[in-house]
């Protein structure tokens, strides 16, 4: 039987964007996580920290079980409306990390998206 809880993160492979949508319009976040948790891992998932009050925090949330010997490398992406922040807070089971957050003007979203379905599609 599995349990649900925090995923180790790699901190260096952690990125995140604030994509903003318009003038006076708040944009979003998009945030890049990757770690390598224990076997067998799966359903990996980027949770919004409700109770965080200093910007926002991501919680690398996943399943695991049954325990097995070895790592299962996986990567996670997720968006989250709000204000911008310089920064945010990457939660895993191995610590909280800050990463930069970059920013995409509201004049190039759309080579923004298409760089980022580009790099899918390879």
Known sequence: ???YGKQP?????????Y?????RTPGFFSV???GDAQNYSYGFDLVRD?????????????????IGEGKTPYKVHGT???QY???IVISG??????????EIPHDEVEDYVKSKNAALQS
């Open 9 to 17: 993160v790699t901190k260096e492979k952690c990125s995140a964007v």
């Open 80 to 82: 989250f409306e709000g």
């Open 93 to 102: 089971s191995n610590g909280n990390f800050t990463i930069p957050v970059k």
């Open 1 to 3: 039987m599995g349990f």
């Open 50 to 66: 409700s109770h965080f009050v200093g910007g926002l925090k991501i919680n690398a949330m996943g399943w695991t079980g049954p």
């Open 85 to 87: 922040r310089s920064e």
């Open 32 to 34: 890049y996580v990757e």
């Open 19 to 23: 994509v903003w949508t318009g003038l």
